[in-house]
């Protein structure tokens, strides 16, 4: 467990995100594909088609929000959410509806659009989060012999093929 501290003056405790949560998440993205058009070589993918372009950024924005909203939805821990504050702003986004999305989670929108003043701190919380998550070099280094296996020479491995007949 690690401490942010916001512009705001608020300390957030933040901790790692398990990759599969992460995972998880955007998988439920689904990614467009290029639409097939015929060529005299042909069917191809045109990945230059505007309607393809389009898709993609919407993809890649929906991807990022995503990403945003589970490495902050599960990375912060026990913030007191001010539900005042979060209902005036989805009340200003909502009425007349503001044509940005909204995340659903007060978390969220409370430590995005409450507590941090800059995109760039939400950039530096994200970053932290992540950090957090990935392991480090030092901590990869020191596993590596949990993961070594002794392979048989290939004369035993020949020689065990050759007992049980799969070789002649």
Do not use: C, W
């Not at 393809?52 to 902050?72: P, V």
């Amino acid at each position: 467990m690690k401490t942010f501290l916001t512009s705001s003056g608020v300390e957030l405790q933040i901790k790692p995100v398990p990759a599969m949560a992460l995972a998880a998440m955007q998988s439920k993205l689904k990614k467009p594909l290029p639409p097939i058009e015929e060529t005299t070589l042909g069917p191809k993918e045109n990945e230059g088609h505007p309607d393809y372009i389009a898709a993609m950024q919407k993809y890649n924005a929906d991807l990022m929000d995503a990403t945003m909203a589970a490495l902050i939805g599960l990375g912060v821990e026990k913030v007191t959410i001010d539900q005042e504050a979060v209902r005036e702003i989805r009340d200003v986004m909502e009425n007349p509806p503001i044509s940005a999305k909204l995340n659903p989670n007060d978390k969220v929108i409370y430590v995005t659009m409450v507590l941090m003043t800059a995109e760039e701190e939400i950039g530096r919380l994200i970053q932290a989060i992540q950090e957090l998550s990935i392991p480090s070099p030092a901590l990869m280094e020191a596993q590596v012999d949990n993961f070594r296996v002794e392979l048989p020479r290939e004369g035993l491995i020949l020689d065990q093929a050759a007992r049980v007949g799969a070789i002649g």
